[in-house]
């Protein structure tokens, strides 16, 4: 090596390492000095990773975000093999919001209550107060986590927080709207809170006469001049399209960042590409002859996967046939939110932009683009996302750091941990603090500096499913390596457990599972064994995709025991009785039978019928980071014949 080379790496860690400057912020702990530099994260939506191609043609249209490739990609360290380790929106934010722990960890298991939701996750151990902790200044423009508009509560001097106008803790800004609004019409919150608890915001628009004097208030003191007037000129009857106000939003906090006396972390967490998609008038002509029927699309031979994947094949020739997707062809929903992309590409452009043109940003700041999970198209004859193929799983995921040398990196990451992790190490925190609290992300920053960084052997993957959608896509566990992938169903077929196994390197298209290959039976053993070991807890064993246990029949002894798998044993069982679930039969056990800790469903039925028993299991760890068990719940369905 060079000794040029040698004093480049040299730099570059330097400046990775967080020793751009020194500051002594407001209301930062005493003695500390910070250092690191402005981290400026753009989180999509259900955006997959060949939308932003890397290192391998895209059948997707070309140069869908020439201004993301020019001005991030170009200047960056690309990451092309990224993972979400649970690829649903809550799932996935909650575990990068929570500082890099999995969804066993955090309990955010699924987008809504009572697998997933705002509710589940710990707000006051999060990024945001372990960044406050390390001397940066906070603010998330865009998305938070699903449900967080049901979130109320109690701030610091006692005065209660009600439903839709809750700011999580260590937020200095915080405009946020409710999940899947409305692309032009859409209610959203304006506040800041403490490190140390939650604070109340303003509800626009229903709260616009209150700006102006929340403005004057000492509560505001963290929103800058530039994002007050922002605010107050927007007409609340006739707001932006969404991304034009996420991008303005973002762009008035930025003309004023260079004059903060701390290091920032603005996170712009973007509605586009999520369905359904609407594209900006000047977009929706693009695309026009566009059609997907690229990788597995359509794939004609399904006897290989397991049996809801067959059955499931009604629903890919019902959307080409009429049914669509959101009230659309398949081809038109995925031309919108490639479309939907293009308005993305623009607030890259304008924010990069903003960032470059400051000389006080300019070689101080690094920039992340990344997904929240990636979305089938119809491969394997499958739509969305929770899906554990690898269409769903990969997202884009680039780093532009000052002095980082452009490159792509082909290792494995897992992006809701790892991106956390690298984030808290540019901020300072040591890795010794990291490991202390039990965290689950490596950090990426060794690559930023151009050395080797550490290496990811397996991936972890697992969706918990809750509901209606249940029956229609199981939960499942997955593990994942370099060469191969190993799937395990949450339930029991005909034909026995339902898993696949694949051969990556001969088959990266997942079209051939090899479970029952007896050449791979070694690999299969081995990786089931280690999957066993990670994997989060979950209630398997039941006799079908939508969770219908046995049924019984009036006068006759009855008994089903369930079995807990993943998680720490021992397990406990007992039913959950929050009024949350709403299914088609009577919620609760059949009279007669009892469920006791165990799982064990037993007793003499009395009266016929279906009844949904909402059965949750809980076990024996301790999570690093809410202090509780995991635990998570599952609707099965009894029916007793007379």
């Known amino acids: 090596m060079s000794n040029v080379r040698v004093r480049l790496l040299l730099v570059v860690s330097v400046f990775v390492l967080g020793s751009l400057g020194h500051s002594q912020p407001k209301g930062a702990p005493r003695g500390l000095t910070v250092q690191g530099p402005n981290i400026v994260l753009i989180l999509s939506d259900?955006?997959?990773?060949?939308?932003?191609?890397?290192?391998?043609?895209?059948?997707?249209?070309?140069?869908?975000?020439?201004?993301l490739d020019r001005l991030v990609v170009q200047q960056g360290v690309s990451f092309s093999r990224a993972f979400v380790t649970n690829p649903v929106c809550c799932a996935m934010r909650a575990s990068f919001l929570a500082g890099g722990y999995s969804s066993s960890n955090t309990g955010v298991i699924g987008n809504r209550w009572p697998n997933g939701g705002a509710r589940r996750f710990q707000d006051a151990r999060s990024l945001a107060t372990l960044l406050k902790q390390q001397g940066y200044r906070t603010a998330l423009v865009g998305k938070y986590l699903n449900e967080w508009e049901s979130l109320d509560g109690v701030s610091r001097n006692g005065q209660y927080i009600p439903r839709g106008k809750y700011v999580p803790p260590g937020w200095d800004v915080f405009i946020s709207k409710p999940n899947l609004g409305d692309w032009y019409r859409y209610p959203f919150v304006v506040g800041t809170s403490k490190s140390y608890g939650?604070?109340?915001?303003?509800?626009?628009?229903?709260?616009?006469?209150?700006?102006?004097?929340?403005?004057?208030?000492?509560?505001?003191?963290?929103?800058?001049?530039?994002?007050?007037?922002?605010?107050?000129s927007l007409d609340m009857a006739n707001l932006p399209y969404v991304t034009d106000f996420e991008k303005d939003a973002s762009l008035a906090y930025l003309s004023e960042a260079s004059r903060f006396e701390a290091p920032f972390f603005l996170m712009i967490a973007a509605e586009a590409c999520h369905g359904p998609a609407v594209p900006e008038p000047e977009d929706q002509g693009l695309y026009s002859d566009f059609s997907y029927q690229a990788r597995a699309w359509g794939e004609a031979d399904l006897s290989d996967k397991p049996e809801h994947v067959q059955a499931l094949s009604w629903e890919f020739d019902n959307a080409y046939q009429g049914g669509g997707l959101f009230g659309q062809h398949p081809d038109e929903f995925l031309r919108d939110q490639l479309r939907s992309?293009?308005?993305?590409?623009?607030?890259?452009?304008?924010?990069?932009?903003a960032i470059d043109a400051d000389p006080g940003l300019r070689d101080r700041t690094v920039v992340i683009f990344a997904s929240d999970n990636g979305l089938l198209f119809g491969e394997h004859r499958l739509f969305g996302k929770q899906i554990p193929y690898e269409e769903s799983l990969r997202v884009p995921l680039v780093i532009r750091a000052p002095g980082a040398q452009p490159q792509v990196v082909a290792e494995n990451v897992a992006?809701?941990?790892?991106?956390?992790?690298?984030?808290?190490?540019?901020?300072?925190?040591?890795?010794?603090?990291?490991?202390g609290r039990g965290m689950d992300g490596i950090s990426l920053q060794p690559y930023l500096a151009g050395a080797v960084g550490p290496i990811r052997e397996e991936l972890v993957l697992q969706t918990y499913r809750f509901g209606i959608v249940r029956a229609l896509r199981p939960s499942w566990a997955a593990l994942r390596t370099s060469t191969h992938k190993l799937i395990d169903?949450?339930?029991?077929?005909?034909?026995?457990?339902?898993?696949?196994?694949?051969?990556?390197?001969?088959?990266?298209?997942?079209?051939?599972?090899?479970?029952?290959?007896?050449?791979?039976?070694?690999v299969r053993d081995a990786m089931a064994q280690r999957l066993q070991s990670l994997r989060g807890?979950?209630?398997?064993?039941?006799?079908?995709?939508?969770?219908?246990?046995?049924?019984?029949?009036?006068?006759?002894?009855?008994?089903?025991?369930?079995?807990?798998?993943?998680?720490?044993?021992?397990?406990?069982?007992?039913?959950?009785?929050?009024?949350?679930?709403?299914?088609?039969?009577?919620?609760?056990?059949p009279p007669g039978l009892s469920l006791d800790a165990q799982g064990r469903v037993a007793g003499t039925p009395l009266e016929p019928g279906c009844w949904e028993v909402v059965v949750r299991i809980v076990d024996s760890s301790v999570s690093p980071q809410h202090g509780g068990p995991q635990w998570c719940v599952a609707p099965l369905q009894i029916v007793i014949d007379p």
Request: glycine share 8%; hydrophobic share 40%.
């Open 46 to 67: 259900d955006q997959r990773w060949d939308t932003v191609p890397i290192d391998e043609a895209s059948p997707l249209p070309a140069n869908l975000m020439p201004s």
């Open 415 to 435: 992006v809701d941990l790892d991106l956390a992790a690298t984030v808290l190490d540019l901020a300072g925190m040591p890795q010794a603090e990291r490991d």
């Open 198 to 232: 939650p604070a109340e915001g303003l509800l626009m628009p229903n709260e616009r006469q209150r700006l102006v004097e929340y403005f004057a208030s000492s509560a505001s003191a963290s929103l800058t001049q530039a994002l007050k007037g922002f605010l107050l």
């Open 537 to 589: 807890v979950v209630i398997e064993d039941i006799d079908d995709a939508q969770g219908a246990l046995p049924n019984g029949r009036v006068g006759q002894p009855y008994e089903y025991a369930l079995r807990g798998v993943g998680g720490t044993a021992p397990h406990a069982f007992d039913l959950l009785h929050d009024g949350s679930f709403h299914g088609t039969c009577p919620v609760g056990l």
């Open 341 to 353: 992309l293009r308005s993305l590409d623009r607030l890259v452009e304008e924010v990069v932009g």
């Open 489 to 522: 169903y949450d339930y029991i077929g005909q034909s026995g457990p339902q898993e696949e196994l694949y051969d990556l390197i001969a088959d990266p298209l997942e079209l051939a599972s090899v479970h029952a290959d007896p050449a791979y039976q070694t």
